[in-house]
Each structure stands twice: as C-alpha cells, then as structure tokens.
C-alpha cells in the first residue's frame, strides 16, 4: 500500500510521467498526476463548459478561502449565498443558462450541483447541514502564478 508508494516513488513517478505521459505536481496533500491530453478523465474540470463547471471553479476559490481562514464547514445555507453572491456578479455577464436563475430555486440548484462536482473532485465532502472543505481545495486559492521548478 502506501509504504511501498512512498519508498518508491522516484520509481513510481518516472513511470507516470516517462510511460503514462502524467504531469506530476507534488502538493502538500499528496501527489498530483495530471493528464494534460483528457484522455483518462471522463469529466473535466475546471472548465467552463457550462454554467455548473463556471458556478464550481469560482466557489472553490471561495471555499479555499474559507478553508485558508480556519474554516472547515460551510453550512448549507453560506453555499446558497455564496451561490447568490456568484451568480450576481457572473450570471448574467457569463451568459448562464436560463436553468439557473437568480431566484433562490436557481441558486440553490446551482450551488448543489456545483458542489457535487467538488465532492466528485474530492475538494469537498457532503456533512450534515452543509459541506466539510477539504484541504485538496487550496488548489484553487488566489495568487501570484510561482515559477515551476524543472529537474
């Protein structure tokens, strides 16, 4: 198990990147194997291919946030607002679909569906009452793009 992945992983990181043709990021959380091309992946993300993709990568912004703050739970009702909130100031611009209106339906519709599409991604996970921030989530925390380190 994860013994043998953390003695070998010179091994185990040549193979995903030299055979498999991963992008590797090693993170804080763990290691990160991207695969630029899409082929292993049934569901991208982030992409802005529709208003859900859109609604979720500003919200993860908004949660690595919250999660950089202390905070770990957001209940449900911070989502729907959150929700409100992004759909205010990039529904309309962004040309969302007429599915998710400004109302509270359309909000709340959006902000669940939004974040299932984090928990698909591991960045969150559904608690009673709301949604615990995972750390895998400071991905998508705001900042200066730092200069990658090449071997």
């Not at 990021?25 to 194997?33: D, I, K, V, W, Y």
């Not at 292993?40 to 690595?64: M, N, R, W, Y």
């Not at 996970?125 to 615990?132: D, M, P, T």
């Amino acid at each position: 198990g994860y013994e043998w992945i953390d003695h070998s992983r010179g091994f185990v990181y040549r193979r995903l990147e030299k055979d498999a043709g991963f992008v590797l990021e090693r993170r804080q959380e763990g290691l990160a194997a991207i695969d630029s091309s899409g082929v292993t992946a049934d569901t991208s993300f982030p992409d802005g291919g529709s208003p859900v993709k859109h609604a979720a990568i500003l919200l993860a912004e908004q949660l690595a946030r919250l999660h950089r703050s202390g905070r770990e739970i957001v209940a449900a009702d911070e989502a729907l607002a959150l929700s409100r909130a992004l759909h205010r100031d990039f529904g309309e611009p962004c040309n969302w679909s007429k599915q998710y209106p400004a109302d509270d339906e359309g909000c709340g519709r959006l902000a669940d569906e939004s974040l299932e599409l984090l928990e698909a991604f591991g960045l969150v996970a559904r608690e009673s009452g709301g949604w615990r921030v995972r750390p895998a989530i400071a991905r998508f925390r705001p900042g200066t793009p730092t200069r990658r380190r090449t071997r």
